[in-house]
């Protein structure tokens, strides 16, 4: 049996279709909007400089997404200034501010284990990759900062100032304000490698935050700034201009106002696997689980056809063993004719929130001309 396309298969696989050895012709059908922009290479420069992954190569293998693949959704300021003596101005409610040197927090940096990270935006068209990440917990390199009566949250900032912006249609700056509580329960930390090499420029060199489990509009890159601040911070632009992608109810104005942006658990088909079998065709529809704060072992199927809703069945094959990064599964599927399908997912579970995949965000739609 085949179970996916095997390990070294997230740079080796080739494009459709593949004719595989001893006459057996393997097909990989693409789900509809996969191929729309080429993935795996970095297309334009500064804010709309942007690298999607090719989810349709994903495999059991290639779940850590290498440095030269791992997707970006705005590319490196032009003007980012020399980052051999960077540091992180800690200021706002504390006693006194300071300097956080770059050289400190290489120091005390470790193994931070895989993570995910999901652009809220557009995770189908390829914005979400998962990386071994080394760094240092931001709520052990806060923990003792002298602070004044009332500082309960950080504002996390980067460095953004790209010199061609189109404020109508970019989305500039990237901060986010976290309490310290939020810092603890989630883990967050400071990165400054990933799959045990520097940073890459486009994913925040020299330092980043990761949040596990929320989305990456809160993995501030080319952090430049931390600021103590308290109940009655504002929340920035970019919050609001992310509220609704991270599920806020309407359009906060103040930071304390924000729900976590927490990543719901969420699935998807990424392509269709055909072989031909004793003779006849087999499909296997492989797809990605992710996010979440727990595993699941509930996770069901549906495929519509045009003039007919299919019946959610239990996926046939995965093993979720970390909600903190991705996984694949797969499933056998014999469509009785030829067509446009609605493939969507869904937990069959009411304790786990599911609130995109209710929402239909991860449904896809694959045509079968041949059964
Ligand atoms: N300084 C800065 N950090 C940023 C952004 C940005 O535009 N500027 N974009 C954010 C968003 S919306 C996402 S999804 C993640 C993506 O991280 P990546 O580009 O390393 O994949 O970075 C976040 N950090
Ligand atoms: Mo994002």
Redesign the pocket.
Known sequence: MQRSLGAAALLALPSVPVVAARGRTDEILRFDGTSRRTPGRLRGAG?SGRRMVDLTRISAGGLVVANDE?????ACPDTLPDTSDWTIRVHGLVERERRLEIAQIREAARPMGTHL?E???RGVSG?I?AANWTGVPLAELLRDEPRRPGATRVLLS???EHPRWNPNYD?R??NWVLTLEDLERTGAFLATAMNEKPLPR???FPV?VIVPGW???T????LNEIRFVDDSAPATRHMRQFARRTHQRGTPRMARDFRAAEIDLAAMPVRVERSTENGGLTHRIVGILWGGKAVTDRLTIRIDARSEAGIAMPVEDYVHEAHSTWTTWSHTWRPARTGRYTVRLAVDDPSVRTRRLDRGDYARRVMIERV
Request: include cysteine; charge should be positive; glycine fraction near 18%.
């Open positions: 804010l791992f997707f970006i959704r705005t990270v652009c809220s935006g914005l990759s980067g460095f953004d989305e700056g990237c486009h994913n925040g980043r989305y990456g509009c993995c501030v890159k080319w």
